[in-house]
């Protein structure tokens, strides 16, 4: 298969844009999947100053190398969980990244915080992921507007939001479908969140690394097992491969087409945020959710 920009041997086939790339135009082609994705949806601009989430894995260090190659101001935050079996490689990975890139890399460790994952595990009897998930929302946000950055980045890809937006649908939730897209304004207390790779999927994200030399994590988060989001990436998955470019077109469909149908339904259905009681951080009922996990640990 020859390359289809520049005639040269390609190495990475892409059925999804009928193309194949060599390794230079397959690092253009990522480029400028990032550069229309920023333009088109206004994610930022180089007055921002950026904050990324790094977990150590290959989305968060792809987004990263690219937005420095690009020239925007960014830094790294990476949240280590306290997880014996991943968090030290996820660590470990993002430490290495950010030195031999000259990124600037601030690190939140949980134990420190009183929250490490595998004891709110323990204690609290609901679904950790959702919690951890809620725990990471707080201090990604909660950093960036203590330490003035204007833009907080996720490397959400293709298929995360393609599998989130297939879940919101297959429920038919309002509120989340209201906040389903690749930019949530700053407002009431929130840091602007953007997902520039929207418009990627994780085999190109990783194709990026390998081209690009960048040495990610892999080391699954061991209570992850049986998670819905995994479940639905493969149906996708297998769609994708009998008809090519089918999660591109569901997404950008949903984003041309039916956002508009649930903008303004967000999560607090119209409530604005007031201060938590205890910690300041906005929230629509009296104490934010972080501080009701805390409460919930101390109390056993």
């Not at 990604?140 to 293709?158: M, P, Q, R, S």
């Not at 879940?167 to 997902?195: H, I, T």
Request: charged share 25%; proline share 5%.
């Amino acid at each position: 298969m020859k390359c289809t920009r520049c005639k040269e041997t390609a190495i990475v086939s892409l059925p999804s844009h009928n193309a194949g790339f060599c390794s230079p135009c397959f690092l253009l082609f990522f480029q400028r999947q990032v550069q229309k994705a920023i333009k088109d949806k206004r994610l930022f601009t180089f007055a921002d100053r950026i904050i990324i989430a790094l977990s150590g894995g290959k989305d968060s260090l792809a987004l990263a190398w690219q937005l420095q190659k690009l020239g925007y101001d960014i830094a790294g935050l990476h949240i280590d969980l306290a997880i014996p079996q991943s968090s030290p490689i996820a660590r470990d990975h993002a430490e290495r990244f950010c030195t031999f890139n000259n990124i600037k890399l601030f690190i939140l460790e949980l134990d420190k915080l009183g929250l490490p994952i595998p004891e709110i595990n323990k204690k609290i009897k609901r679904p950790v992921c959702s919690i951890c998930g809620k725990i990471k929302r707080y201090y990604f946000n909660k950093f960036a507007l203590d330490n003035n950055f204007t833009v907080l980045a996720t490397g959400h890809n293709l298929d995360d939001e393609v599998a989130r937006l297939f879940s919101n649908v297959f429920r038919w939730d309002e509120a989340y479908l209201g906040d389903q897209g690749p930019l949530l304004p700053d407002e009431n207390g929130f840091v602007r969140k953007v997902k520039p790779l929207y418009r990627l999927s994780e085999f190109e994200t990783a194709n990026l690394c390998f081209i690009a030399g960048i040495d990610y994590g892999f080391s699954p988060c061991p209570y992850s097992k049986g998670a819905s989001f995994t479940f639905y990436k493969t149906l996708f998955d297998e769609l994708e491969h009998k008809q090519p470019g089918s999660k591109l077109s569901f997404y950008k469909g949903f984003l041309n087409r039916g956002q508009k149908a649930f903008s303004g339904l967000n999560m607090n259905r119209g409530v604005k945020p007031s201060p938590c009681v205890k910690c300041g951080y906005p929230t629509s009922k009296e104490t934010c959710g972080v501080c009701r996990i805390r409460q919930m640990m101390e109390n056993g």
